[in-house]
């Protein structure tokens, strides 16, 4: 399964990234921004998103409404990453497109076993 982690900050990234390659199995490719997101998203295809909500230049939420837009993206599950987890702000991004949110910080032990349940659910 390939994921594309699109998050600012390199550290979240790499944390992610092993993560969910060495527990996972999972094959990571990553976006550093919304924008670069989009494109990787597009040229990839990857199987789902891992999307951070607070980004320079292209915010999550825009983020995703430019992937929902998308024919080549509109389809792929978008799991949102983010320290913003009141439950209003997570029906708010469900409703937009999103398929579940992972609170930061999160146990990255346990991120590719998250990211299955929720695909799975």
């Known amino acids: 399964m390939r994921v594309l982690i699109i998050d600012d900050e390199e550290d979240t990234r790499e944390i992610a990234k092993m993560s969910l390659s060495l527990l996972g199995g999972y094959d990571v490719i990553e976006a550093e921004n919304g924008q670069h997101g989009i494109e990787v998203a597009s040229q990839e295809k990857p199987d789902v998103i891992l999307l951070d909500m607070m980004m320079p230049i292209m ?9 929902r837009t998308n024919d ?3 389809d792929i ?8 987890a009141m439950t209003t702000e997570i029906e708010k991004l469900k409703r937009m497109g999103a ?13 590719a ?9």
């Open 59 to 67: 915010d999550g939420p825009a983020t995703l409404e430019a992937l």
């Open 72 to 74: 080549v993206t509109r």
């Open 77 to 84: 599950p978008v799991i949102f990453l983010t320290a913003k």
């Open 99 to 111: 398929v579940d949110v992972i609170t930061k910080p999160y146990d990255p032990t346990t991120l």
């Open 113 to 121: 076993s998250q990211v299955q349940a929720i695909l799975e659910s």
